[in-house]
């Protein structure tokens, strides 16, 4: 801002500080100097005004109800008494006692005591489920996914059915929410709130009652067929794993034919819908039609389809798994406010807002018997090809139109804005996009990247994370600076009179002439999920033409106020996406990796945002007077430089509550030859940092650390590695290159045993082979010196091409219950000791008994001993860091959240 500041004003020179040369009498000066003091103080009251309105309205919640409230009320109190019982089991990994058998335990407990209160006119079914499978997944470059007796706790809720027909076929809505957790936290957000939620929302719906009053679930002849599913999944953090199991294999599965899953990102606020359909437009219609609470936009989506994220939920497996549709439509709502904490310890229940809770659980029981009760559940008709275009607005009331009708508005926008820029003078409309529009959009979008440059090269990395609103001062400032700046010079450079209406015309006509041009695409293929947020902003200029055409409006009408009144629809749209954004980007930054600088990525989010949302409000720069100016430049620069001084020198990058993130892994490795006999080891702590930061601040507070190396590794480049030959707990080796390995003596834990029978049949040679040791392992398949021939194998139906990034085949399994539990019986009866005692009960605490993995690989016919490089590795995650590491652990500051645990790694030739 500081840049701009230099560049476009020079209070040396009154004349063109004033932008008014060659004006006339002193007498005219006056009037306009006057004139210009009222504008600017109507100017900036509506922006401060409306940028207060839409913080206000993002941030609201409703209050929470309490365990008191009526019992046909959604009550945010008894869901936080659900909350807090599961909560209180631990950390609950796929494979631990907590997540297999306490949890699991006690939703059956509370779905059956429901099942023997219900409606008499409804029944509800309880069981539980242990599906075994596997498959394959492009996440993070393509890997292997493979599950063994996962579980999923299942309810369904259906007209009572006097005929006891078994065969009988109920049109299902399914509604789910999954209860493991990540490593290392107890995941009270991530996605324990929803499945309290499904426990009080079952309560409600399984007594036969609605948010609207007087009507009762399926008691209507089309729908009194139909049924809601509730699936509570114990495997999602394993990627997915349980959804997969019940989608593929459940008998219930068929029957669905819609789907609201709930998800988490962060520990409360709005929760927002990030996937919506494919098609079915008649899911978006009611959405829009019963929830008070709405929060939906095509950004969202558009980000969270698009695959730029390193992230995915369970909606996509449900959604293209189905068994018998082409895919699965439905809803994917998230919660991606406070985001600091999502997968760290500090994601426990004092971080949880009972108002993001009764607000997620009013929308969601308005959901429900709408979805359950909509003909279109069965029967969608023509609208199961059909995609609205949807939109809240404040959160209090929805716009949405088909998409017939949004490539008729596009049509119209496209064709009235280019009219009006045609009979006005479009010359003009092209030169001015050349000389302002592009000019102005391109500094606006470069100097917050520049800034955020420049703060990398300082070394002021991620200095806004633990205060998010510098981030809101430092990045927005420049870019509209920068567009002010433009439009500023243009004035002086043209000797452009203040009062001189024509260059606002121009302003607003060279934007509008790129919005035009950014619009006809969209209208040409027809999308229209975006295109609100292009068309809104030529509402100036047609209402301009109309007025001046038809209603006979003078010309010096159209003053700046009167374009920024026209453009307040744009602003509300643009600003909200702009909270949502940033909202979800800055937290995201903590956990991305350290490929990307986080200062260019929020830069350039907010220099894109930011500058579109200027172009056409900042035509007010011009009506500026020179000491207004002043006053604005050198404030900005002022509070830019205090707040970046105070972010690097004074305010700290983390928090308790906004911590850096470490992985900490306690290794042994073990290398052997084509005969099976060990001919290396060695051992060590792993530590990765999750962000972009590095490890500089936590060494410094742990000596220890100083020791370690980095190990730099290009596993494309280097044949006899196999991934690294590190113990990766998901395929992210490219995200993370800012590892250090500290030699130290081997954790306690069991290595795996490894068996493996070679057996030659008719058209290849199999390798079948057990494996035990902890729930979760991985195996990685690799080849000496050629890339891996595998013909086929037991994981999924078909064989990947190897990875990119490694040559190799990256296949995870996990496995839920252990081989004792077979029937319901076991599951029902399996001992868990539970002396009352208040805090974590089941915390990390593994069954008895090894897990084993049994799997075979088929390459080629006769291919010689020891031509196949495979690496199994184990995760022990109830084992952390122990003697000295431990002691080592406890220096670290509070504001560094670790997740710790202790990995086996073997690579063999076979």
């Not at 275009?389 to 949004?406: A, C, L, P, Q, R």
């Not at 080592?888 to 645990?901: A, Y």
């Amino acid at each position: 801002i500081s840049t701009v500041s230099v560049l476009y004003w020079n209070p040396g020179k009154k004349e063109e500080a004033n932008f008014s040369m060659h004006t006339g009498a002193d007498c005219g000066k006056e009037r306009r100097k006057v004139k210009g003091t009222v504008e600017e103080k109507t100017l900036l009251a509506l922006h401060v005004l409306l940028i207060l309105v839409v913080v206000w309205f993002h941030d609201w919640l409703p209050e929470p109800k309490g365990v008191d409230a009526p019992k046909d009320e959604f009550s945010a109190g008894r869901s936080v008494e659900h909350l807090s019982n599961i909560v209180g089991t631990g950390v609950r990994t796929v494979g631990s006692k907590a997540n297999e058998i306490a949890v699991p335990q006690y939703l059956l407990k509370e779905l059956r005591k429901l099942a023997r209160n219900v409606d008499t006119e409804l029944e509800l079914d309880v069981e539980v489920q242990w599906p075994s499978g596997g498959f394959t997944t492009p996440f993070l470059g393509t890997f292997v996914n493979t599950y063994s007796k996962v579980t999923n706790v299942i309810a369904r809720l259906r007209r009572r059915d006097e005929s006891q027909n078994s065969t009988k076929t109920y049109p299902s809505l399914l509604v789910s929410a999954h209860y493991d957790s990540a490593l290392g936290t107890v995941g009270a957000s991530d996605d324990c709130v929803n499945i309290a939620s499904m426990l009080e929302l079952v309560r409600l719906l399984s007594s036969n009652i609605t948010p609207q009053k007087g009507q009762k679930l399926f008691s209507e002849p089309h729908n009194r067929g139909n049924a809601i599913i509730f699936n509570f999944n114990g495997a999602e953090e394993t990627n997915w794993q349980a959804a997969h199991g019940f989608i593929t294999q459940h008998r219930w599965a068929s029957d669905i034919r819609a789907m609201i899953n709930l998800e988490a990102s962060g520990t409360g606020g709005r929760e927002i819908v990030i996937q919506n359909g494919p098609a079915n437009a008649w899911i978006s219609r009611e959405y829009a039609r019963v929830v008070p609470f709405p929060h939906i936009h095509g950004v969202a989506q558009m980000i969270f389809q698009s695959g730029v994220l390193p992230a995915q939920t369970d909606f996509q497996t449900y959604r293209d798994n189905h068994p018998t549709l082409d895919q699965l439509p439905g809803m994917d709502l998230a919660v991606i406010a406070g985001g600091y904490v999502y997968h760290t310890p500090q994601d426990d229940f004092s971080h949880i807002d009972p108002k993001h809770i009764q607000r997620l659980g009013e929308n969601v029981f308005s959901m429900i018997p709408a979805f359950a009760n909509s003909k279109h559940l069965a029967s969608p008709g023509s609208l199961q090809y059909e995609a609205d275009t949807t939109f809240d607005v404040f959160g209090i009331f929805i716009v949405s139109y088909s998409s017939m009708t949004g490539n008729i508005i596009n049509v119209l926008m496209v064709t009235a804005a280019a009219y009006s820029l045609y009979v006005t003078d479009g010359y003009e409309a092209v030169t001015s996009m050349k000389q302002l529009t592009l000019p102005a959009l391109g500094l606006g979008i470069v100097s917050p990247v520049a800034v955020g440059v420049i703060l990398t090269l300082l070394g002021a990395n991620m200095s806004w994370y633990s205060n998010s609103w510098i981030a809101h001062i430092i990045f927005p400032l420049p870019a509209i600076a920068s567009v002010c700046g433009v439009y500023i010079n243009y004035a002086k450079s043209h000797h452009i009179k203040v009062s001189d209406v024509g260059l606002k015309h121009r302003i607003v006509s060279g934007a509008s002439l790129l919005f035009v041009i950014l619009l006809l695409p969209m209208t040409l293929c027809r999308h229209t999920l975006c295109s609100f947020m292009i068309f809104l902003w030529l509402i100036p200029v047609i209402v301009r033409t109309l007025c001046r055409r038809v209603l006979g409006i003078a010309e010096s009408f159209f003053t700046a106020p009167v374009y920024i009144v026209l453009s307040i629809p744009a602003m509300i749209v643009w600003w909200h996406v702009y909270l949502t954004v940033l909202g979800f980007f800055l937290p995201l930054t903590g956990r991305i990796g350290n490929q990307v600088p986080p200062n260019v990525i929020v830069g350039l989010l907010s220099g894109i945002i930011v500058s579109f949302l200027a172009l056409i409000p900042m035509c007010e720069a011009i009506v500026w007077s020179a000491s207004t100016l002043r006053v604005i430049m050198r404030s900005s620069s002022a509070l830019m430089a205090v707040t970046l001084a105070c972010s690097i020198l004074w305010l700290p990058v983390y928090t308790n509550d906004r911590p850096k993130r470490l992985f900490m892994q306690h290794i042994q490795r073990f290398w052997h030859d084509s005969t099976g006999s060990q001919v290396k080891q060695d051992s060590g702590l792993w530590i990765n940092p999750m962000d972009y930061a590095g490890l500089a601040s936590v060494t410094s507070e742990w000596p220890t650390l100083k020791q370690a190396k980095p190990e730099p590794c290009n596993p494309t480049n280097n044949k006899n590695v196999l991934y690294c030959d590190k113990p990766w707990y998901f395929p992210v080796q490219e995200m993370l290159s800012g590892g250090v390995w500290l030699p130290i003596e081997a954790p306690q834990v069991d290595k795996i045993k490894f068996d493996v029978t070679r057996k030659e049949t008719e058209d290849a040679t199999r390798l079948s082979v057990t494996a035990t040791g902890p729930a979760q392992m991985t195996l990685i398949i690799g080849q000496a010196d050629k890339n891996p021939k595998v013909l086929g194998w037991s994981f999924a139906n078909r064989v990947l091409p190897p990875r990119k990034d490694c040559n190799c085949h990256f296949v995870f399994h996990a496995q839920g219950v252990p081989n004792s539990v077979v029937t319901e019986s076991d599951f029902d009866s399996f001992p868990l000791t539970d002396d009352g005692r208040t805090g974590l009960r089941y915390n990390y605490e593994p069954f008895p008994e090894p897990f084993t993995w049994e799997f075979y690989i088929d390459i080629p016919k006769g291919s010689p001993q020891g031509d196949l490089n495979i690496a199994i590795y184990g995760h022990y995650l109830d084992k952390s860091l122990s003697g000295e590491l431990a002691s080592g652990r406890l220096t670290l500051p509070t504001w560094v959240s670790d997740l710790s645990w202790s990995s086996t790694w073997s690579s063999y030739k076979i």
